[in-house]
């Protein structure tokens, strides 16, 4: 596991630390609150009884001259006495997250047992979008092809007859408008800074990516041909919203421009899709150059949490929308 992803994850586990501890101590004051109610609940109650006792031919002044003086406790008002075990408050469970999903639980604990370095948070939301399979074992179709937080990958496929609605021409290639406008946006930021950024691969369809698949198979063999390239359905340049930068090569990250989009495509809507960081999780081999488009307020969110792959929010804030 590398420092970059050691880092996220233990500011996720301070931040669900501080969390916990948040409810453990709402819940304590709960108990005590509660506890004070039905103790006063009680008291009431004895003193209404014992007036309905006293007797009848206590005239209304001695009866005040029996009263107690404010303040004072009476033996017999309970207070000294435990209360009830069926109305004693229970301890406050503990809050699971959204995305916990109870009908996983099996595969919550298969999960942790093979990564016991993983948190719970990280168990639940990593099973809510099947990361605990093989990638194309047991695959689900997306559920809405044209949504900009669709989630394409090795376990979610595209129909085969998508294509984008709104396609527009970006350099030499084509992009969904909205991307393809946040991609525009980029690159002119880009230069203003003396950066020269240009979109080479955008969409493509599944008779394309198919094509492509199939050459890289036979060309290096089917397994390590998917540690780089998507099976056709599986492709996230076939949803309209990704494109390819510059040049298709490893060095690219370690220039000025790779660089720079790295460090500032977020501020337009827009992700690296495939990281060092979360290869693990993707399960495709670092690609600088892939970008992805999924909004300016998720890319923030992404950004400002810390969240190193777009799988983990889209179980947490699109699948499970916690707000």
């Known amino acids: 596991?590398?420092?970059?992803?050691?880092?996220?994850?233990?500011?996720?586990?301070?931040?669900?630390?501080?969390?916990?501890?948040?409810?453990?101590?709402?819940?304590?004051?709960?108990?005590?609150?509660?506890?004070?109610?039905?103790?006063?609940?009680?008291?009431?109650?004895?003193?209404?009884?014992?007036?309905?006792?006293?007797?009848?031919?206590?005239?209304?002044?001695?009866?005040?001259?029996?009263?107690?003086?404010p303040g004072m406790v009476n033996e017999d008002d309970?207070?000294?006495?435990d209360l009830p075990e069926a109305i004693l408050p229970e301890e406050p469970e503990e809050l699971m997250p959204g995305y916990y999903d109870e009908a996983l639980l099996g595969r919550y604990e298969a999960f942790s047992a093979l990564h016991p370095e993983l948190s719970e948070e990280d168990v639940y939301w990593m099973v809510g979008c099947d990361l605990d399979k093989p990638g194309y074992e047991d695959i689900r179709p997306v559920a809405d092809p044209e949504s900009l937080l669709v989630l394409v990958n090795k376990?979610?496929?595209?129909?085969?007859?998508?294509?984008?609605?709104?396609?527009?021409?970006?350099?030499?290639?084509?992009?969904?408008?909205?991307?393809?406008?946040?991609?525009?946006?980029?690159?002119?930021?880009?230069?203003?800074?003396?950066?020269?950024?240009?979109?080479?691969?955008?969409?493509r369809s599944y008779g394309v990516q198919s094509n492509l698949f199939s050459q890289y198979s036979a060309?290096?063999?089917?397994?390590?041909?998917?540690t780089y390239s998507a099976r056709p359905g599986h492709s996230e340049h076939q949803t309209g919203l990704a494109t390819d930068l510059n040049t298709i090569t490893d060095a690219f990250g370690g220039t000025p421009e790779?660089?720079?989009?790295?460090?500032?495509?977020?501020?337009?809507?827009?992700?690296?899709?495939?990281?060092?960081?979360?290869?693990?999780?993707?399960?495709?081999?670092?690609?600088?150059?892939?970008?992805r488009y999924i909004g300016v307020e998720a890319a923030k969110?992404?950004?400002?949490?810390g969240i190193i792959s777009f799988e983990e929010y889209w179980v947490k804030y699109v699948s499970h929308p916690l707000g």
């Open 1 to 69: 596991m590398d420092n970059g992803r050691r880092e996220a994850r233990s500011k996720r586990k301070a931040r669900q630390m501080r969390q916990r501890r948040m409810q453990t101590v709402v819940g304590i004051a709960l108990a005590v609150l509660i506890v004070l109610a039905l103790r006063a609940l009680f008291f009431t109650a004895d003193r209404r009884a014992g007036s309905a006792e006293e007797d009848p031919g206590i005239s209304s002044v001695g009866a005040e001259d029996a009263q107690e003086a």
């Open 78 to 81: 309970g207070f000294g006495e």
């Open 155 to 203: 376990h979610f496929y595209l129909p085969q007859d998508y294509t984008p609605p709104d396609l527009i021409n970006v350099g030499n290639t084509q992009m969904r408008a909205e991307a393809g406008e946040a991609v525009l946006e980029m690159i002119s930021a880009a230069a203003a800074e003396g950066h020269n950024l240009w979109s080479q691969s955008g969409y």
């Open 219 to 226: 060309r290096d063999g089917e397994a390590v041909a998917e």
């Open 258 to 291: 790779g660089i720079w989009a790295a460090e500032n495509c977020w501020r337009f809507g827009l992700i690296v899709r495939y990281t060092n960081e979360n290869t693990d999780i993707v399960l495709y081999r670092p690609e600088p150059w892939h970008i």
């Open 301 to 305: 969110r992404m950004h400002d949490e």
